[in-house]
């Protein structure tokens, strides 16, 4: 099997960007959707997250991967935090994930937090996606 070149890598995420942006053509994102429905979501998230990354600097990068891994597949629908049951292989277990994607944990306390202060409002999509933002900026 051959391997891939910096460039065709980068076409390809050129692709899968282009293809995401038009998908959601004409649907605009806002960092204000939880202002009334849950006005501490994403403090709380950030909280969760930066503590995280201080006990484990790596961290950072490990949310954005996560973020990028749930979003490459079928959209950013937090698949990837899905349990594997008796008929069901969760993407956490697949062969190429074990021992690789890594921060499951810090989501799931997010998410707890979260679900402390507003329960079933937000999202885990919607969390996995502010964690890999706030794990981009401290």
């Known amino acids: 099997m051959g391997s891939c070149s910096t460039a065709h890598i980068a076409t390809l995420l050129m692709i899968v960007l282009c293809s995401m942006l038009l998908l959601c053509e004409g649907k605009q ?7 009334s429905s849950c006005p501490n979501a994403l403090s709380t ?15 950072g990068a490990s949310l954005i991967r996560l973020h990028f891994h ?4 079928n959209g950013c629908d937090a698949s990837l935090l899905l349990d594997s049951t008796s008929s069901f292989e969760s993407e956490q277990n697949a062969i190429q994930n074990i021992e690789s ?15 402390s202060i507003c329960p079933g409002v937000v999202s885990c999509a919607d969390i996995l996606a502010v964690a890999a933002r706030d794990s981009s900026v401290k």
């Open 45 to 59: 998230i950030r909280t969760a997250i930066h503590a995280a990354i201080s006990a484990e600097r790596r961290m």
């Open 101 to 115: 994607a890594r921060g499951f944990q810090v989501i799931e306390k997010a998410k707890s937090r979260v679900e």
């Open 70 to 73: 749930d979003c490459f597949v």
């Open 29 to 35: 994102l806002s960092s204000k959707f939880y202002d």
